[in-house]
């Protein structure tokens, strides 16, 4: 927004928090970039507070901006002139909710997007502005397709302003039907992996859960997390549902083999399997 000329006020982000093995105080990538490009910034502790309220006022609002935060309080995204406007990460009216990128891949979808849209009381309902597509590749993680969907996210809110700024965007309210599908809030129960899941099911969900929170399943070696893998349909007999296999680590499915490329046990870092299976004790 800066980069294309827009008149930043200020900037709202998450407070300082420890982070890291030495749990030092570490501040927000939002945060760093704000203060090197001499923008003001709040780290309000409590969204609600007549503080904060009060400063947000002081700045005298035309539009509000809000990416991937917290919910605000009515009396905050209502204030600004022209409203408050939300960047999500699908093409809404479907996958409203906390892990649109998440449920998308989870569910193998061939296609996503993002779309801007104006807040109003219930969550991810607005009137929406404008939107983009993108294709998911086959194999595509959830991060991979982040990194993507940021860069379209980021010149569509572009766009978005644009239209605003020159009065000529066309809003279009959504329309609600029980087709639509839902993005919950994940937890860990729901990460994980189930062993009578089908083969695309089960690479569909290591998929949609990497690299963060990841997907998890319980194995003789302990709960794993699986980052990477890949589907084959030959059956590969043993007695086991987890289990080495020419040098090579599977899980038996129903309609399948699916082989682990990249794995995490607990207290151990990330790893390709080779090197996993190099240090099990023969």
Same mark, same amino acid.
């Given at each position: 927004? /800066?980069? +294309? =000329?827009?008149?930043?006020? *200020? %900037?709202? $982000?998450?407070?300082? #928090?420890?982070?890291?093995?030495?749990?030092? @105080?570490?501040?927000?990538?939002?945060?760093?970039?704000?203060?090197?490009?001499?923008?003001?910034?709040?780290?309000?502790?409590?969204?609600?507070?007549?503080?904060?309220?009060?400063?947000?006022?002081?700045?005298?609002?035309?539009?509000?901006?809000?990416?991937?935060?917290?919910?605000?309080?009515?009396?905050?995204?209502?204030?600004?002139?022209?409203?408050?406007?939300?960047?999500?990460?699908?093409?809404?009216?479907?996958?409203?909710?906390?892990?649109?990128?998440?449920?998308? /891949?989870? +569910? =193998?979808?061939?296609?996503? *997007? %993002?779309? $801007?849209?104006?807040? #109003?009381?219930?969550?991810?309902?607005?009137? @929406?502005?404008?939107?983009?597509?993108?294709?998911?590749?086959?194999?595509?993680?959830?991060?991979?397709?982040?990194?993507?969907?940021?860069?379209?996210?980021?010149?569509?809110?572009?766009?978005?302003?644009?239209?605003?700024?020159?009065?000529?965007?066309?809003?279009?309210?959504?329309?609600?039907?029980?087709?639509?599908?839902?993005?919950?809030?994940?937890?860990?129960?729901?990460?994980?992996?189930?062993?009578?899941?089908?083969?695309?099911?089960?690479?569909?969900?290591?998929?949609?859960?990497?690299?963060?929170?990841?997907?998890?399943?319980? $194995?003789?070696?302990?709960?794993?997390?699986?980052?990477?893998?890949?589907?084959?349909?030959?059956?590969?007999?043993?007695?086991?549902?987890?289990?080495?296999?020419?040098?090579?680590?599977?899980?038996?499915?129903?309609?399948?083999?699916?082989?682990?490329?990249?794995?995490?046990?607990?207290?151990?870092?990330?790893?390709?399997?080779?090197?996993?299976?190099?240090?099990?004790?023969?």
């Amino acid at each position: 927004m /800066v980069e +294309n =000329g827009f008149d930043v006020v *200020g %900037v709202v $982000t998450a407070v300082d #928090k420890p982070a890291g093995r030495g749990q030092k @105080i570490q501040e927000s990538s939002v945060k760093t970039v704000a203060l090197s490009l001499g923008l003001p910034v709040f780290q309000p502790n409590n969204l609600k507070s007549d503080g904060f309220y009060q400063s947000m006022c002081d700045l005298r609002i035309d539009l509000g901006v809000v990416i991937a935060f917290r919910m605000l309080p009515e009396r905050i995204w209502s204030l600004p002139r022209l409203g408050t406007i939300n960047l999500h990460g699908s093409l809404l009216p479907q996958y409203r909710g906390a892990a649109p990128i998440h449920h998308a /891949v989870i +569910n =193998g979808e061939t296609k996503t *997007g %993002v779309t $801007t849209f104006f807040l #109003k009381h219930e969550i991810d309902t607005g009137d @929406i502005i404008s939107s983009d597509t993108l294709m998911i590749g086959e194999d595509e993680t959830v991060g991979e397709l982040h990194d993507r969907m940021m860069v379209v996210g980021a010149n569509l809110m572009v766009h978005t302003l644009e239209m605003i700024e020159n009065n000529k965007q066309h809003s279009t309210p959504q329309v609600f039907d029980s087709t639509l599908k839902i993005a919950p809030k994940l937890n860990r129960a729901f990460c994980k992996l189930d062993l009578g899941m089908d083969l695309q099911s089960f690479h569909n969900k290591v998929r949609g859960l990497s690299p963060m929170p990841c997907a998890w399943l319980e $194995t003789a070696f302990g709960d794993m997390k699986i980052y990477r893998g890949a589907k084959h349909d030959v059956k590969i007999t043993s007695e086991e549902k987890v289990f080495i296999h020419d040098k090579k680590l599977w899980v038996d499915l129903m309609d399948g083999t699916y082989e682990i490329l990249e794995l995490q046990l607990p207290g151990k870092p990330k790893m390709a399997t080779r090197d996993f299976l190099n240090g099990i004790k023969k």
